[in-house]
């Protein structure tokens, strides 16, 4: 186990520009025995081989961690999720470019190591299809998944470009395969041009709650988070985001941009609510392409602020912060 903040000891934090890159600086190891007792492991799925448009998604892993500062109390929660968990930086999958399927297998096989060691994964992306390594390596410790699904498109084509494992297909993949349950499955920030009405007709079939912008919009995001909630319910779940649920304005750095996407404000707040309210077994957040260094890279800050809500959630329900 590494601890980058050894040479900073005596202040208790050290500058986010130095040092060796962890994700907020915390302890980082690539050796699985090392897990134990952890409550989150950080992992990067550095691959983009299977995106529709424009790459660059590999380097996300690096620039999120990168993006961060030093751990501290949330001032809205009144809680520092990383004094009140204890969060690895399990490093990255030893994804080869230009192999997918090889890629997959070995984000399935180390986000698999994470979850054997009693922790939760959370994953950075990476496209979005490491949900389908992710999620399989997830459900087979707990079962079928629950899933919150933040995302601009639904990422439920049957085919993209004729191709079937893609990143614009691992939801319907996961569903078909039985280990995401549809009943238990929640869309929300859809807007734009695709899918269309097959893709629409089969998740009207399998039961899947879509929830569009113009529902957010309407509702309100308080209104959304409760009926996404109550409609995943008790059991196991797991959060996939996109990061182009977010408008282009505030989040430039993705492959497939749609505008009249969330705030950065409504996200954030949501992720912290959905982790408080449910029981999370794994995460992911995908579709980050790295535009700048370090915290200038406004995608890339974001991407970590909202890793950071999600580990406030869990810290807060671990805490009692739910009424489940």
């Known amino acids: 186990m590494i601890d980058p903040l050894t040479r900073w000891a005596e202040h208790g934090e050290k500058p986010d520009f130095t040092g060796l890159l962890s994700f907020a ?21 550095a691959t983009d081989d ?15 961690r990168a993006a961060g500062c030093p751990p501290g109390r949330h001032l809205g929660a009144g809680i520092d999720a990383f004094a ?30 994470v979850v054997a060691a009693g922790a939760i994964p959370v994953v950075l992306g ?7 390594p992710d999620m399989r390596a997830v459900a087979a410790r707990h079962g ?9 498109h639904t990422d439920t084509g049957s085919e993209v470009f004729g191709v079937t494992r893609s990143h614009g297909t691992p939801m319907y993949r996961l569903v078909e395969q039985g280990i995401v349950d549809g009943a238990r499955y929640v869309q929300i920030g859809l807007r734009g041009y695709w899918p269309g009405e097959r ?13 569009f912008m113009d529902d957010v919009r309407a509702l309100s995001i308080e209104e959304v988070i ?25 989040a430039p750095g993705t492959g497939t941009p749609e505008p009249g996407g969330m705030g950065a404000a409504d996200l954030l707040w949501a992720v912290r609510m959905v982790a408080t309210e449910l029981d999370l077994v794994g995460a992911e957040l995908v579709e980050v392409i790295p535009t700048a260094i370090g915290s200038a890279d406004v995608t890339a ?24």
């Open 25 to 45: 600086g915390q302890r980082y190891t690539e050796d699985p025995e090392e897990l134990a007792g952890a409550d989150v492991a950080i992992v990067g799925a």
């Open 50 to 64: 299977l995106v529709s448009d424009r790459p660059g998604t590999r380097f996300a892993p690096r620039a999120i």
């Open 84 to 113: 009140a968990l204890k969060v690895i930086d399990y490093g990255d999958a030893p994804v080869l470019p230009g192999d997918p399927l090889a890629s997959h297998a070995a984000i399935e096989r180390t986000v698999g190591e």
């Open 126 to 132: 990476g496209d979005h299809s490491i949900a389908e």
């Open 144 to 152: 079928p998944l629950g899933l919150v699904h933040f995302d601009a």
């Open 199 to 211: 893709e629409l007709t089969w998740q009207r079939e399998h039961g899947i709650t879509s929830l």
């Open 226 to 250: 409760e009926r996404a909630v109550a409609t995943v319910g008790r059991g196991p779940v797991f959060l996939s985001i996109d990061i182009d649920v977010l408008d282009p304005s505030v």
């Open 301 to 324: 800050l974001i991407a970590d602020r909202i890793v950071r809500e999600l580990l406030t959630g869990i810290a807060l329900r671990r805490e009692g912060g739910s009424d489940d």
